[in-house]
């Protein structure tokens, strides 16, 4: 498994400013994936970050409004631009884990998630 | 692309067993998996099914898994307070070089006394 950290655990934050998100793991990993959590919902992935090269971004999110580095093997950062309310949610970073084997098995273990709230 | 689908919500004693059902629709999924959410807290990966599997036990959890049918279901028995949470049947997507996971929507489980 992976122990995943995030900072800051939660903010309030007021509209038009933006916030950086920071994610630690504690071993190198490849690949890191952000995601989002509305209010209620499920979870959607933002976009998937590896070392040294662009992140990868799903549809419906942009680099403009989420712009993420990856400096490291260990650590990623998620910044969320110009807030708006919409953008209330929990933001969690996640990484892939893969184990040998016959089977291959790919694990993705998730950190504690950054609460945010925009006013 | 992969539709995954879970009931909302499922009320259960303590004590009795607890069954949430999730069904998707990309067939070449190689691995399927159930995550836990408590509330405020981030997503805990609870075990997970290779597909080539039709049942993995683990301690008081039970993964059915009928391929044919799409479906999947996580057992939990003896149900617990400590087990009410929010479970999330997840569904990988090879795409780009990776694995994007798809979620259902969650199913909320409340034990009562």
């Known amino acids: 498994s992976a122990v995943i950290s995030q900072k800051p655990s939660r903010d309030i934050c007021q509209r038009g400013t933006s916030l950086t998100i920071q994610c630690q793991v504690d071993s190198q990993v490849t690949m890191m994936f952000w995601y989002r959590q509305q209010p209620g919902q499920s979870l959607t992935l933002i976009a998937t970050a590896n070392q040294g090269s662009e992140a990868t971004y799903e549809s419906g999110f942009v680099i403009d409004k989420f712009p993420i580095s990856r400096p490291n093997l260990t650590f990623s950062t998620l910044t969320v631009s110009n807030m708006s309310p919409e953008d209330s949610s929990i933001y969690l970073c996640s990484v892939e884990l893969t184990s040998g084997g016959n089977l291959g098995s790919y694990e993705q273990y998730f950190g504690p998630g950054t609460r945010l709230t925009v006013t | 692309g992969e539709d995954v689908e879970q009931s909302l919500f499922l009320s259960v004693r303590e004590g009795d067993s607890s069954v949430i059902n999730c069904t998707y629709t990309?067939?070449?999924?190689?691995?399927l998996y159930w995550y836990k959410q408590e509330p405020g807290a981030g997503l805990q990966l609870l075990t997970y099914?290779?597909?080539?599997?039709d049942m993995k036990q683990d301690q008081r959890l039970t993964v059915l898994l009928n391929k044919k049918d799409k479906h999947l279901s996580l057992r939990i028995a003896d149900t617990q307070t400590g087990d009410s949470a929010i479970y999330f049947c997840a569904v990988p997507m090879f795409s780009g070089g990776y694995n994007k996971l798809i979620f259902g929507a969650g199913t909320r489980l409340a034990v009562h006394p």
């Open positions: 990309d067939s070449s999924s190689t691995y």
């Open positions: 099914i290779f597909s080539n599997m």
